[in-house]
């Protein structure tokens, strides 16, 4: 199993529409879960992150954490071309060396439809 | 703020020659991490460091690849010989300043290497 899990898309929304990004991690005691977005070429760019179960918003965006499920959500309100990117999911994993580091799932690749 | 500055921007080489990456971070910032991004594997974590101490090199594929930060504004990623499997893009990171946690990272650009 996947440290972290991520469904690779492609998942294509309607413009003005929400868009739902999902990731399921493998560790029960990380505490530090991020969302970046990667336009292709680019380099990954932080957006959301949160750290206590619930809802945190910023903007169109707001990310959903349950760890009883070891489950954390991206949403994406009034989705606009322009957040068309590759969604990376990335989760604080305690190492076997006992030391904290950051794994990234594989992506969603996001495309907005006009 | 500049942010992370990686150089070169592109790096063409042929199959056994010395690759050099290099890196400098934000200001102020006491971590710095170094990734490889392929389409088959995602973006890997390589090696991080904390006060130009490597913490975690378990990610380095290989003797092939060493990493070193002799100060808090530079740091190099060496391969030695390069192989065809190397190419990829390598990207690095900082946090620290300003960051809640550590893991609030902020990318550079990234060296997309190409090994023929």
């Known amino acids: 199993q996947k440290e972290v899990e991520q469904n690779s898309g492609p998942l294509s929304v309607p413009e003005g529409a929400i868009a739902s990004l999902n990731c399921t991690y493998s560790?029960?005691?990380?505490?530090?879960f991020f969302w970046y977005r990667q336009y292709s070429g680019k380099s990954p760019e932080l957006i959301m992150s949160?750290?206590?179960?619930g809802d945190k918003e910023d903007g169109r965006f707001t990310a959903q954490l349950n760890k009883a499920s070891q489950y954390v959500s991206l949403l994406i309100r009034d989705s606009q071309p322009s957040d068309s990117a590759t969604y990376l999911c990335?989760?604080?994993?305690?190492?076997?060396?006992?030391?904290?580091?950051?794994?990234f799932g594989t992506g969603t690749r996001l495309t907005i439809i006009p | 703020d500049a942010g992370v500055i990686q150089s070169p921007r592109h790096e063409v080489t042929e199959m056994g020659q010395e690759v050099t990456l290099r890196c400098k971070p934000i200001?102020?910032?006491?971590?710095l991490f170094w990734y490889r991004q392929t389409m088959m594997r995602g973006l890997e974590l390589l090696i991080y460091?904390?006060?130009?101490?490597?913490?975690?090199d378990s990610g380095m594929p290989e003797d092939r690849f060493s990493a070193k930060m002799p100060n808090a504004s530079f740091s190099t990623l060496k391969i030695q010989p390069s192989e065809p499997r190397d190419s990829a893009v390598y990207f690095c990171?900082?946090?620290?300043?300003?960051?809640?946690?550590?893991?609030?990272?902020?990318f550079g650009p990234g060296t997309r290497l190409t090994v023929l």
């Open positions: 990171a900082s946090s620290g300043l300003a960051s809640v946690s550590y893991n609030e990272q902020f």
């Open positions: 560790d029960r005691v990380s505490q530090s």
């Open positions: 949160i750290y206590s179960n």
């Open positions: 990335a989760v604080n994993i305690l190492s076997n060396f006992g030391n904290e580091k950051l794994t």
């Open positions: 200001s102020g910032h006491d971590y």
């Open positions: 460091f904390n006060n130009n101490v490597p913490i975690d």
